[in-house]
C-alpha cells in the first residue's frame, strides 16, 4: 500500500506540473483532456482528479489527498459557492433537490440538478465561474408524476470529448464538453411504463451503462449498455427473469408476478478490469408489501448481479431478502475490495446488514449488522448468507411474522424502516486502514398493508400493496466497518438519518446531515474534528480534488429526494429546511 | 389502542359505508385544484382515487361519501390513529379537533402537514374534492390534462386508451 501511494504521487506531482504550466496551447489541453479506459482504469493515478461517479471503477470514493488532514481540518472554510437551479416543481414534486456527486477533470467541475441540467464549474483561481448549462428541457410533469422519491440527479461522466448524463424522463445525452451543445442523445427508459433514471453512467470500455427506477410503479427492471461512438444500445439485461430464462422459476401464482416484478438498478454500480464483470445493485420487487402477490424468491429483486461488460450476461446473483416484505432494495453500489487475499464485493443493505461475497463466484463470506436496531429477522445466518428464518420450501416468507406486513398483520413496524438501514448515498472505503464508511439510517417505521390484484396494477399508478407512515423519530449514524474482520470499528451517532453519503481520505471521513452540517470525523476514532453549518438540507455526498495545487472539498446542497415528501414526520424538525440548491466549496 | 369518540368523523364514516352516492353537482372547483396539488396529490394521487404508496395507504376521494364540511374538517383536523395528517395551523392546539386537543389524542394524534393550509385554501380543496373528485369513476384524459396541462406527455397513456378519437387527442 505505501509503496503504490508513493507512485501515486510521483505521478500525481507529474501531472500536476503539467497543469501548472498553464501555458499549454488550448487543442492540446483538450486533448489531453480526453477520457480513455486507460484513464478510468487508473483514476486513482490522477490524484487531484475525480473523474468516476464512485472515484475509481472499484467504487471506493477515497482520495488519496493530504493536504487537508486531522491535523489541519478544524481550519477548513468556506472558498466559494455557487448558486444552481432546478428547484422547480413538477409531477407530484414541489421541488428539486441535488443528490449529486461533482465530477472534477483538471481543474473543470461537471454537477447536475434534480431536473439533469448539467453545468460546467471553472474551478481555477480559487472561485467557481459558470462555463456553461446544458438544460434537457426534461418533460417535469410526465417524469415527476411517476418518480417515487424525487426530483433527483446524481451526476454525469466523462468519456472522450463527452459529458454524459441522464434525465429523469428517461434520455440518456452526451453534451460536447467544451461547447455545452448536446452532440445527442436518446430515449433509454419510458416514463409511459413507470421507468425514470435518477443515477449516474457508469463507462466502461465506451459504453455508457444506465440503470432504472420505478419498482413502486410495477416496471420490470433492466440494466442497458449504449454505445457512446455508435449511439446505439449493445445490450439491455433484465432483472426479472423473462419465461424460459433461469429464475424465472422463482415467480410463482396466478398473477404473472413477474411482468411487474419492479428489480430497479436506479445507482450506479462499480467494475473490477480483472474479470470485465460489472457489479450492480437491484431493487425490491413490487408490489412492496404484498410478498403473497408474488410467492417465490423474486429473484433477481434485492441482489447483487454480476454482468459480463462485453455482453451484459449474468455471471453470477447474490440476493439478500427472499420474497422481500419490507422494501429491501439491494441497489447499494457494491465496493470491490482485496481483504485477506479474497476478492471481495461489499454492499451494506437496506435491511440492515452489511454483505461481504467472493465477487468471483458471488458465494457469500459474511454478514453483519450495522444498525442499532434489526426486528424484522433474528439475523444472518453465517452458513447461508440467508435471514435465519428463510425457509427455502415456503413460498411467501413471513420472516419475523410481527414485525411483516401482510394480509394478517395489516399494520407492521420494522426496523429498519422500509428507507433503510442504508439508502442510495454512498459509502467509502479507506483501503489502508481496511475501513468500511456506511453512512447509516437508524429507523424503524410502520407499514400499512394492502392486498393487491392484477386489477390494481395500471401504468403510471403506484402499485406497492400499502404503504408507510413514521410515527417513530429517526436518527442517524456513520457506521465503520473493518473489513478484515467483518466487524462493526465504531460509530458515530448523529440526529439525523444520513443522506447525504460518504468520503474517506487517508486520516479522515466527509459526510453531510440533512440538518444541513457538513462535517469531517477521524478515520480510526469517528471523532467530529470539523464542522460547517451550510443553512441548507445535505441530501448528496461530499468529495475532493485539486486545482492550483491546491486541495479543495466541495458538496452539492439543496435538501429534495424522498424524506422531505414521505419521511419528515420521523424527523420534524427538518420541515424548517428551506428549498435550495447551492454548491459549496472549502479550502484550508 | 385507546378508542375515543370522534362524532363528526363517525358520522361521516357511517356515510362512506352507506349505499352508493348520487352524482352530485358538477362544474366549479377548476380554481380550487392549487390546494390540492400542493397538500393532497401526493398520497391520494393527482386523480384522488388514493391506493398505496410512498405517502403511505390512502384513502379515494373519488369514492368518499363524506360531504363537503366533513371533508374540510378531516382536511383540518386529520384522520386520528391514521396517516392523515391535520392542515390547520393550530389545530389540537389553540383549536380544538373533534373536540379534543393534543393532550388528549395520545397514540391516536395525526402527524403534523408539512404545509398548513389557510381556511379558505381548506374550503377550496374540500370544495375541489366534492365537486371534481366524489363519485367519478375511472380517471379520464380530461380530467388528467386539466390537472398537469396540455403540454406534457404526462397523459399520453389516456391519450393511447381512449384512441386517436379522443377529445383532445392531438397536442
Redo the contacts between chains.
Keep these: 500500500m505505501t509503496t503504490s501511494r508513493t507512485a501515486r504521487r510521483i505521478l500525481a506531482a507529474t501531472s500536476l506540473a503539467a497543469l501548472t504550466t498553464g501555458a499549454l496551447p488550448a487543442p492540446l489541453a483538450r486533448a489531453a483532456d480526453g477520457v480513455t479506459q486507460e484513464r478510468l482504469l487508473n483514476a486513482d493515478k490522477e490524484e487531484g482528479n475525480w473523474i468516476h461517479h464512485h472515484k475509481n471503477f472499484a467504487g471506493h470514493r477515497y482520495a488519496t489527498l493530504t493536504q487537508i488532514n486531522k491535523d489541519n481540518v478544524k481550519n477548513l472554510k468556506v472558498a466559494w459557492t455557487l448558486h444552481l437551479g432546478g428547484i422547480e416543481g413538477g409531477g407530484i414534486w414541489s421541488h428539486g433537490g441535488l443528490e449529486g456527486t461533482p465530477i472534477v477533470e483538471n481543474g473543470m467541475m461537471y454537477v447536475t440538478d434534480g431536473w439533469g441540467s448539467v453545468y460546467k464549474i471553472d474551478t481555477r483561481g480559487g472561485e467557481g465561474k459558470l462555463i456553461w448549462k446544458m438544460d434537457p428541457k426534461t418533460d417535469r410533469e410526465w417524469a415527476g408524476a411517476v418518480a417515487c422519491c424525487g426530483v433527483n440527479n446524481r451526476g454525469v461522466a466523462l468519456w472522450g470529448d463527452l459529458v454524459v448524463s441522464h434525465t429523469l424522463d428517461g434520455r440518456l445525452i452526451a453534451t460536447n464538453k467544451e461547447t455545452g451543445q448536446v452532440a445527442w442523445q436518446r430515449q433509454i427508459a419510458d416514463p409511459d411504463k413507470g421507468e425514470t433514471i435518477t443515477g449516474a453512467p457508469l463507462i466502461v470500455k465506451g459504453l455508457a451503462i444506465s440503470g432504472v427506477g420505478g419498482a413502486e410503479y410495477g416496471i420490470r427492471g433492466w440494466i442497458a449498455a449504449t454505445d457512446l461512438k455508435t449511439e446505439k444500445e449493445v445490450w439491455r439485461t433484465h432483472t426479472i427473469p423473462g419465461k424460459g430464462e433461469p429464475g424465472y422459476e422463482t415467480w410463482k401464482g396466478p398473477n404473472n408476478a413477474a411482468v411487474s416484478g419492479g428489480g430497479s438498478t436506479w445507482v450506479t454500480g462499480t467494475y473490477d478490469p480483472d474479470t470485465d464483470t460489472i457489479v450492480w445493485g437491484v431493487g425490491n420487487p413490487g408490489p412492496d408489501w404484498d410478498n403473497a402477490y408474488r410467492p417465490g424468491d423474486n429473484l433477481y429483486t434485492d441482489s447483487t448481479l454480476a454482468l459480463d461488460a462485453t455482453t451484459g450476461k449474468i455471471k453470477w446473483h447474490f440476493q439478500h431478502t427472499p420474497n422481500d416484505p419490507y422494501d429491501y432494495d439491494s441497489v447499494s453500489e457494491n465496493l470491490l475490495v482485496d481483504v485477506g487475499g479474497r476478492k471481495l464485493a461489499i454492499e451494506a443493505d437496506r435491511n440492515g446488514f452489511g454483505y461481504a461475497v467472493d465477487r468471483t463466484t458471488g458465494q457469500f463470506v459474511w454478514a453483519t449488522p450495522f444498525v442499532k436496531k434489526v426486528t424484522w429477522t433474528k439475523g444472518i445466518n453465517p452458513d447461508t448468507g440467508k435471514p435465519f428464518e428463510y425457509d427455502p420450501t415456503k413460498d411467501v416468507q413471513r420472516y419475523n411474522p410481527a414485525a411483516t406486513p401482510s394480509a394478517e398483520n395489516k399494520n407492521a413496524d420494522f426496523c429498519p424502516g422500509n428507507m433503510g438501514g442504508k439508502n442510495w448515498p454512498p459509502t467509502a472505503y479507506n483501503p489502508d486502514l481496511q475501513y468500511w464508511y456506511i453512512p447509516v439510517i437508524e429507523s424503524c417505521n410502520r407499514v400499512t398493508h394492502e392486498t393487491m390484484t392484477t386489477a390494481s396494477l395500471k401504468p403510471r399508478e403506484f402499485f406497492t400493496g400499502g404503504g408507510p407512515t413514521n410515527p417513530f423519530r429517526i436518527t442517524g449514524s456513520v457506521t465503520a466497518i473493518d473489513v478484515k474482520t467483518g466487524k462493526v470499528a465504531g460509530k458515530h451517532e448523529t440526529q439525523f438519518p444520513l443522506l447525504g453519503g460518504m468520503l474517506a481520505t487517508p486520516d479522515l471521513v466527509f459526510t453531510g446531515e440533512p440538518s444541513g452540517g457538513v462535517m469531517a470525523l477521524d478515520a480510526k476514532s469517528l471523532d467530529k474534528l470539523w464542522e460547517f453549518r451550510t443553512g441548507g438540507g445535505v441530501n448528496a455526498p461530499p468529495m475532493t480534488f485539486t486545482v492550483d495545487g491546491k486541495q479543495y472539498l466541495a458538496i452539492l446542497v439543496g435538501l429534495g429526494g424522498a424524506w422531505d415528501k414521505w419521511f419528515i414526520d420521523s424527523t420534524p424538525e427538518l420541515k424548517n429546511i428551506q428549498t435550495g440548491s447551492m454548491l459549496y466549496v472549502f479550502a484550508l | 389502542m385507546r378508542k375515543m369518540l370522534l362524532p363528526a368523523l363517525a358520522a361521516g364514516l357511517a356515510l362512506a359505508a352507506s349505499a352508493a352516492w348520487a352524482q352530485g353537482a358538477r362544474g366549479g372547483g377548476e380554481g380550487d385544484l392549487a390546494g390540492f396539488k400542493?397538500a393532497c396529490?401526493?398520497?391520494h394521487?393527482?386523480h384522488g382515487g388514493g391506493?398505496?404508496?410512498?405517502?403511505?395507504?390512502?384513502l379515494s376521494l373519488r369514492k368518499t361519501q363524506l360531504d363537503k364540511e366533513q371533508v374540510a374538517e378531516v382536511v383540518r383536523c386529520g384522520r386520528p390513529g391514521?396517516?392523515m395528517?391535520y392542515h390547520l395551523r393550530g389545530a389540537y392546539d389553540t383549536v380544538k379537533c373533534y373536540d379534543s386537543l393534543k393532550a388528549d389524542m395520545g397514540?391516536s394524534m395525526p402527524?403534523?402537514t408539512?404545509?398548513f393550509l389557510r381556511p379558505t385554501e381548506i374550503d377550496a380543496v374540500a370544495n375541489y374534492v366534492v365537486t371534481s373528485l366524489k363519485g367519478k369513476g375511472e380517471p379520464t384524459l380530461e380530467e388528467c390534462t386539466a390537472f398537469?396541462?396540455a403540454t406534457?406527455?404526462?397523459c399520453?397513456?389516456y391519450r393511447k386508451k381512449e384512441g386517436p378519437d379522443g377529445a383532445t387527442a392531438s397536442h
Design positions: 400542493k396529490a401526493g398520497c394521487k393527482w391506493g398505496g404508496g410512498y405517502g403511505g395507504e390512502a391514521t396517516g395528517p397514540t402527524p403534523e408539512a404545509v398537469f396541462g406534457s406527455r404526462a399520453d397513456i
